[in-house]
């Protein structure tokens, strides 16, 4: 008889900490093209950013000590003298008893220290009436307050997002050096499966969801996905088509075969592949207790459980650390948001839960549906938003309990 012996989740993820080894190829490549990517030298701010004092409204700079104790009913009075063209330096300084018009985003004039804004003043024919005072600094980004100059602006190891780049772009920065992107092989087993393309399925056919749904996965993470198809339940052909792959490739998934059936080669042929080999089979996890988690040569394999939902689910967990780790990138769950639950939940103790949510949002709070259905259901996963965790040590969740919700994307 064959057993599987299971890892808990914890033991799982600190197994991939210690097994799963970064690349450390670096390229250069143009920022237009670094989304995604990881940042494998620190960078240090080259400019202030701004490099000038800018005006975060349209409004009137003045010295805020002229514009003290004013009110509604006790307005002061400023001479206005003239107006700051945006992208240009001031014509003039401000002297005592002056105000000078400044666009949201125009440099204040040297003498000024704050700027009052359009709709707490009126110009009456060059004397400029304020109604509310300001501080020093009021209204105002200071030089370098964005960034500054000799700085460290992002650390070696730092996954390059939108709001990273357009920093990189203020800089006028436009190569960076990053760690090579993971190239990721796929490959489905199973004599049942056929390609997606077939336009009639003989009686106990599948098309293959995994190779769509992992692949989706792979590409929305920002890594390359090599499709390799599928492989009949043969294990010298299995072993062949992995090999080949495999060199191909940094990292490969199989999905199906995981299980403990007579014909589930998935184990014996991931262990073919290389040292160190298989570190988990099977992980006290509902869905996907067979999982296989594998390093060869350096390579990191995943062999997903062939049910549709439970490979999507093992690969959010488990395949994003993976990858991520691979790409120089300490793993950490970072897409959660929280959410009631709208049923209770049991679950077993002894075995980690993930069960499938719908997140909807009534009075201002979100609400988490659960989504119960068997792993082989890909449909539970088209009508969830993402998953609640319950933790081995629990028996299930209260209805109308927080819980945090990890989002699929
Ligand atoms: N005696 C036991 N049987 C099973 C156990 C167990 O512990 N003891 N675990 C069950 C669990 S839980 C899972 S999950 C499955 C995983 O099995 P495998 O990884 O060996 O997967 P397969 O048997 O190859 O396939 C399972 C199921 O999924 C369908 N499938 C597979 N690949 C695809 C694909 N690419 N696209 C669409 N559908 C796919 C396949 O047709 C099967 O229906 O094992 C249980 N059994
Ligand atoms: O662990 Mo399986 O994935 O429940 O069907």
């Not at 003298?81 to 002297?95: A, F, H, R, W």
């Not at 049910?307 to 991520?324: N, R, W």
Request: proline share 5%.
């Amino acid at each position: 008889m064959k057993f599987f012996q299971v890892k808990s989740v914890e033991e799982t993820f600190n197994l991939i900490r210690e097994q799963i080894q970064p690349i450390t190829e670096t390229i250069k490549i143009p920022l237009y093209d670094a989304l995604h990517y990881v940042l494998a030298e620190d960078l240090v701010a080259l400019e202030n950013v701004p490099d000038f004092r800018r005006s975060t409204v349209d409004g009137y700079a003045v010295k805020a000590s002229e514009t003290f104790g004013v009110t509604e009913s006790l307005p002061g009075f400023l001479h206005l003298v003239g107006e700051v063209q945006m992208g240009k330096v001031p014509s003039s300084s401000l002297q005592s008893g002056e105000a000078m018009y400044v666009p949201t985003g125009g440099m204040l004039p040297e003498g000024s220290n704050a700027v009052v804004m359009i709709e707490h003043c009126e110009d009456m024919s060059g004397l400029l009436n304020i109604f509310r005072q300001v501080a020093p600094g009021e209204n105002v980004i200071s030089v370098g307050e964005d960034m500054e100059k000799g700085h460290i602006l992002l650390e070696k190891g730092t996954k390059l997002r939108s709001q990273e780049l357009g920093a990189l772009a203020s800089q006028g920065i436009i190569e960076v050096s990053v760690y090579r992107k993971p190239v990721i092989g796929y490959l489905s087993s199973g004599d049942e499966i056929v390609p997606i393309e077939a336009a009639k399925l003989s009686l106990g056919e599948v098309r293959d969801m995994n190779g769509m749904t992992i692949g989706a996965l792979v590409k929305g993470w920002g890594f390359t996905f090599q499709y390799g198809g599928i492989v009949q339940d043969s294990r010298e052909e299995f072993e062949q088509r992995a090999k080949e792959l495999l060199a191909k490739v940094d990292c490969l998934i199989v999905s199906g075969g995981s299980s403990v059936g007579t014909k589930d080669y998935s184990v014996e042929v991931i262990q073919s592949l290389g040292e160190p080999g298989v570190f988990v089979h099977g992980v006290a996890i509902k869905p996907g207790k067979p999982t296989i988690l594998s390093s060869a040569g350096n390579k990191p394999v995943i062999g997903l459980p062939g049910h549709p939902a439970s490979a999507v689910i093992i690969f959010h967990l488990f395949g994003k650390a993976i990858l991520e780790q691979l790409n120089g990138l300490p793993y950490e769950e970072r897409r959660l948001t929280f959410a009631k639950v709208t049923k209770n939940i049991p679950s077993s103790p002894g075995r980690t839960d993930y069960v499938r949510v719908r997140l909807f949002n009534e009075n201002n709070e979100w609400h988490a549906e659960p989504i119960f259905g068997k792993s082989g259901l890909i449909s539970t996963l088209v009508k969830s938003e993402g998953m609640v965790e319950i933790a081995a040590r629990s028996e299930g969740v209260q209805k109308g309990e927080l819980v945090p919700v990890i989002i699929f994307q």
